[in-house]
């Protein structure tokens, strides 16, 4: 086959593709035309009574009736229970699935289910809907003179801003240093702050008259005024602080007694695999306790800590330089 016939034959079967697909269609259309016009029959006719839902905590008014409420997943749910039945079968049968629950119903805001939104949903009467409609209308119009108004107040600021003289920036600036500067003229402590001062002075003086009024009755148990028991208190942790420090100094001049004695060797360090020297020295911990004598990597980039026992030294006087 040629190239031209090739294309020929190209052309031929795009051409039966498009005459066969629009028969499809037109087929698919004349089989469900009547469908469809029961459909629109349907629509016409539940569309005509309004309903009134509970929804969210407030009513809305669907002029369409319940036929305008959607829903989640509905095809792919409710086409499980047709089943390949059709006609009355198949309505029963989905219908029997809807006030089962298999569905769940968007009203604005709200997720009923099939009986959730029956409860809450009524049809009114026709005196009630011609209030509702005169209502409405009324806020429709005044809805729509609020946007003219709005419209024409945007339009009347537009004009001034282009009408209005200009601002010099000099001037900007002298507006609000003045402003600035006076504030800070008057500025005062928080209300916090004022607040903690004054608690602060009627504690101190509550402690004081507490103070003289021990003092007066010369008890000799210690003063229970907070002032006292604060002093107290800062004794007791000075006291104890430098008990620590005694101790931190016991324990650092114990330390350096077994520094001074501790002898030098020569090792090869296992994780760095140089030869260094270093001195024999137990692990000290934490909490000022001994644990195995070891020898510590003098290397800055190392540093590894290995016992003793574990390794081949030799002994030397001190580090070399």
């Known amino acids: 086959m040629t190239k031209l016939q090739e294309a020929r034959q190209r052309v031929r079967e ?3 593709l498009e005459a066969n697909t629009k028969a499809k269609h037109e087929a ?28 969210a905590g407030s009513y809305r008014v669907l002029p369409t009736g319940l036929a305008a409420v959607s829903g989640y997943g509905w095809d792919y749910e409710l086409r499980k229970h047709l089943d390949g039945q059709k ?26 289910k099939c009986k959730g939104l029956a409860a809450k949903t009524r049809v009114p009467d026709a005196a009630s809907l011609r209030a509702w409609r005169a209502a409405h209308e009324k806020v429709r119009k005044a809805e729509a003179a609020a946007r003219t108004a709005r419209e024409a107040e945007v339009a009347a600021i537009r004009a001034a801003f282009d009408a209005g003289a200009k601002v010099a920036a000099e001037d900007v600036a002298a507006l609000f240093a003045k402003g600035y500067c006076l504030l800070q003229a008057t ?9 903690h001062e004054i608690t602060t002075a009627r504690k101190t003086k509550e402690a004081a008259i507490a103070h003289l009024a021990h003092v007066q009755s010369k008890s000799k148990d210690p003063c229970a005024c907070a002032t006292c028991e604060n002093d107290r208190a800062v004794a007791e942790v000075k006291t104890r602080d430098a008990e620590r420090q ?10 350096q ?10 090792f090869t360090c296992p ?29 800055p980039m190392c540093g590894r800590t290995t016992p003793a026992a574990s390794l081949r030294t030799k002994p030397v006087k001190a580090a070399a330089a």
């Open 14 to 16: 795009a051409e039966a």
């Open 187 to 195: 500025a005062k402590t928080s209300t916090y702050g004022r607040d």
């Open 271 to 299: 994780s760095c695999a140089k030869v260094v020297q270093a001195q024999v020295l137990p692990v000290r911990t934490y909490a000022g306790e001994y644990g195995a004598m070891s020898l510590k990597c003098p290397t």
């Open 257 to 266: 007694k077994i520094v001074d004695r501790a002898p030098w060797r020569e």
């Open 246 to 255: 005694r101790e931190r100094a016991k324990a650092e001049a114990a330390w």
């Open 28 to 55: 698919e259309d004349k089989a469900q035309a009547p469908a469809q016009a029961a459909l629109e029959r349907w629509r016409k006719s539940v569309s005509k009574q309004p309903v009134v839902i509970l929804t």
């Open 87 to 112: 006609g009355k079968a198949a309505e029963a049968a989905v219908a029997a699935a809807i006030l089962g629950g298999a569905v769940t119903m968007n009203v604005g805001g709200g997720s009923p």
